[in-house]
């Protein structure tokens, strides 16, 4: 429902239309939504179910999938799974509003944003165009200038938006997950709410049960702690929100 009125991994390059892969099976929701981001510089092709996506995918390059949870077949959840196992390509999923569980537990296998049904196409078209700047590096530059900071034996490259583990080999974040260790990184030793967290990453408010950001953490503590069950890296705050331990340098 709408409110009235209203290859893998590709990146998206600077002169690109960005190829925009909406999988919705309600047919009046998809035509609508689509006409509304091709009347907004956008690229925009449609699936009904996984056989449709999986199909777009394999004949051209898509750079971010809107995922509706709720589908015939294969359901997103189990599509945000797959695809989150084969590449780190921008997802927003579609939710029903009243299904929390849902948002938390499509974070968690990896989606970037959510957005909850009923919504206002604008609001679609802001949060896909926040999504793909954080992709394309838009909104992890280096405060400082400094592109690559070191961590614990870790290298974070805001240029190249790659995360290289102790041993040099590259850690898969999303572009999500990269933001936020990014902002982390820039940030070290200090307490930073969630709400700081998430206008630092997304440049949105929260909503009133905003769990986005402690679902990122848990994903960047299993890449990046020796044991994420007891994190040394990362550390909550009881009612204060969360801070970065390591020292930080140039590398």
Known sequence: ?????AGLGHKVGVTSTPHILLV????????????YLRGNELRVSVAGDSREMDRLLADSRVDLIVLDLMLPGEDGLSICRRLRAQSTMPILMLTAKSEEIDRIVGLELGADDYLAKPFNPRELLARIRAVLRRGSGGSARDEDGVR???????????????????????VALTAAEFDLLHAMCLRPGRVLSRDQL????????PGPFERSIDVLVSRIRQKIE????????????????????????RA
């Open 198 to 205: 998430l206008d630092l990453t997304q440049g949105r408010a």
């Open 1 to 5: 429902m709408l409110q009235a009125g």
């Open 24 to 35: 919705e099976d309600d047919r009046e929701i998809s035509q609508l939504v689509a006409r």
């Open 226 to 249: 020796r044991d994420s069950r007891n994190p040394e890296m990362i550390k909550t705050i009881r009612s204060g929100g969360y801070v970065f331990t390591p020292e930080v340098s």
């Open 148 to 170: 690559r900071l070191g961590f614990a034996g870790f290298v974070l490259d805001a240029g190249l938006r790659q995360l290289l583990n102790p041993d040099g080999a590259q």
